[in-house]
């Protein structure tokens, strides 16, 4: 039986987890001298490599003398944070991984608390310590710090550490060491992290912490085997978490990892991270297990939704024209799919049936989840995102989710973001220089208030600043955060618009579309310079005469126009508004098209008031 290690990379977004991996399985001989392998090879769906973050935790495994070293590469962004808790579960130790220069960030704070809440010794990596404005030993210090601060038992202070550059594949015991390669990350992984702490001779259980589909196998269900062993065509049943059988079927297929392939396998045994195929709706913190077992694997409780949309069928006049999956039907058998396999996300039907309420963790998670949709050639309409507030159970009182803001800007815009921040009904915690003329301020802020501030904060600090927010708690509601200080400029037609139009109201505001882009009545085609809505004709050309006279031509120049991304727009609308999503548009919509309409809603919600 080969021995066995279960380790997690953890690290804020950005700080090199996914480039250490490619470095670690060139150096374990994964790969042929002579084979092309992709940059961030474990970073495997698109979206994962357009943006250069990981979405979705994914394992691999490499040798290391007579070792297997199963290694998962987990999200850095707290949005997907339902998969680190998860994870957290299958492995026996964790690297955290800390950028030299940036030191631990919001999200390093939010995995090492999940990694040492399970009791896990990690061993701390000061990555880019090659940088040219790292200052490696007091990261170390603020590391040390972070772990006091949340709690961390004596052992685990007690941690080893290793300087590294991920992207030039070396790593040492001393700052400035020997830096020859990645070898004395894997021997103190052997030595440091124990061997899984497992019965074999006990019935076989497993708890399941990722599915997936797979086209020919069906439902892939991939965890650790807590105890016991498991051959191909043996009967099993699935145990949620309250221990009821919630399936039973045939193990059809194993799977254990080797580099970033899985490899067919006729028995498994306890303490391996293994891929099971045979299951019909086992899924999730379930677990799978021998015919006579009777008591369920304790799994962790995922964290709730903090935010939520509506996402609902498009009705713009250019419905269909883009898009195949435009039906309600479709949309909900997508949702309630993707609601299975990623615990957490949330999925509601409304009342009337049309539309559906769908829970998460932040608008990034809603924003990929809509983007991979798109690419699927889904049509939606997608609501403003709204938090979810819960009752305090001992007091009665509303409560809202209240985030930490991590800021790192220049001092000269720091006045700026405390007084944009401060009128969202934020409340600075801490403030302190980071070194190079730049200041890193702590905010504890409701989610509410942040809704659609990060396009602001990037044009108040110049594009340089940097934000990260993390769930905190829920906290004491803060009453009523004023909402968009701009009005839209909102098309009146239907048609393509005009180089012509556009040039004339330039004045009027910020345009979101250019010539030739085609536009209905209702749509949303810029920002006003002040407060109301504006309705303007962009499709108006210039009338043409057979007089000329030199001089009386102007030449067109136009202001490029502002792009949103879809993150962007979600959390740039109203709740009077929508965001049209096709296959090959995004577009801003007013839920009502209808002008006079619009204008009866306005009057009578003013009645009201």
Not at 172 to 182: I, M, P, Q, S, V
Not at 259 to 288: F, H, L, P, W, Y
Not at 461 to 468: A, D, E, K, V
Request: a negative charge; charged letters at 30%; hydrophobic letters at 40%.
């Amino acid at each position: 039986m080969t021995q066995i290690r279960n380790i997690a990379i953890i690290a804020h977004v950005d700080h090199g987890k996914t480039t250490l991996i490619d470095a670690l399985l060139k150096q374990c001989g994964t790969f042929r001298d002579n084979q092309q392998v992709a940059e961030r090879v474990m970073d495997s769906n698109d979206l994962e490599k357009e943006r250069g973050i990981t979405i979705l935790a994914k394992c691999t495994a490499v040798n290391w003398g007579d070792v297997r070293v199963n290694i998962v590469d987990t999200p850095g962004h707290a949005d997907f944070g339902g998969e680190v808790e998860r994870i957290l579960s299958m492995v026996d130790g964790v690297i955290l991984l800390t950028d030299a220069a940036e030191g631990p960030m919001p999200q390093t704070k939010f995995v090492l608390s999940k990694a040492l809440a399970q009791g896990l010794r990690p061993i701390v990596v000061i990555n880019k310590v090659d940088r040219p404005d790292a200052r490696a030993e007091e990261v170390v210090n603020e590391v040390f710090d972070l772990f006091a601060a949340l709690g961390a038992s004596d052992e685990q202070l007690d941690f080893p550490i290793l300087y590294a550059s991920g992207r030039s594949g070396w790593c040492d015991e001393e700052l400035h060491g020997k830096r020859e390669n990645l070898h004395p990350m894997l021997d103190l992984v052997l030595r440091h992290v124990s061997a899984p702490k497992v019965d074999k001779d006990a019935p076989f259980r497993m708890l399941v912490t990722l599915l997936e589909a797979d086209p020919f196998l069906g439902r892939i269900l991939t965890g650790r085997v807590v105890s016991g062993s498991a051959s191909v065509n043996m009967a099993v049943k699935a145990l949620n978490l309250k221990g009821e059988q919630v399936d039973a079927g045939r193990l059809t297929k194993l799977q254990t990892f080797s580099g970033v392939q899985r490899v067919m396998a006729e028995k498994v045994e306890a303490g391996d991270i293994v891929c099971i195929a045979g299951m019909n709706t086992a899924s999730v913190a379930d677990t799978i297990c021998d015919i006579s077992v009777s008591e369920p694997v304790p799994a962790t409780p995922i964290d709730p939704p903090t935010m939520a949309i509506t996402i609902s069928v498009n009705d713009s006049p250019f419905a269909g024209t883009e898009g195949k999956k435009v039906t309600s039907r479709m949309i909900r058998e997508r949702l309630f799919a993707e609601a299975e396999t990623n615990v957490a996300i949330t999925v509601k039907e409304t009342e009337a049936g049309d539309a559906f309420e769908v829970g998460g963790r932040g608008e990034l998670q809603l924003g990929v989840l809509i983007e991979t949709m798109r690419r699927e050639g889904f049509e939606l309409s997608v609501s403003r995102p709204r938090v979810l507030f819960r009752r305090d159970e001992a007091t009665g009182e509303m409560t809202e989710p209240m985030e930490e803001v991590v800021v790192d800007v220049d001092e000269e815009y720091s006045g700026v973001v405390v007084e944009k921040i401060s009128t969202r009904k934020g409340v600075m915690t801490d403030m302190r220089p980071s070194g190079g003329g730049k200041q890193r301020i702590t905010f504890l802020a409701p989610s509410r208030g942040l809704i659609g501030y990060q396009s602001e904060f990037l044009t108040d600090t110049r594009g340089t600043g940097i934000l990260n927010r993390i769930y905190h708690s829920h906290g004491a509601y803060k009453g009523e955060i004023g909402g968009r200080r701009n009005g839209a400029l909102i098309s009146t037609d239907k048609g393509d618009a005009v180089a012509y139009a556009i040039f004339n109201l330039q004045d009027r505001g910020v345009m979101f579309i250019k010539p030739q882009d085609k536009v209905y009545a209702g749509m949303i085609v810029g920002e006003h310079t002040r407060d109301n809505d504006l309705e303007i004709n962009v499709l108006k050309g210039k009338q043409l005469t057979n007089i000329r006279a030199s001089g009386t031509d102007e030449a067109i120049r136009l202001v490029p126009p502002r792009i949103l991304t879809l993150e962007d727009m979600i959390s740039y609308i109203e709740e009077d508004e929508l965001v049209e999503v096709t296959p090959l548009s995004l577009r801003l919509r007013k839920k009502e098209l209808d002008a006079n309409e619009r204008k009866k809603i306005s009057r009578e919600k003013k009645k009201s008031a």
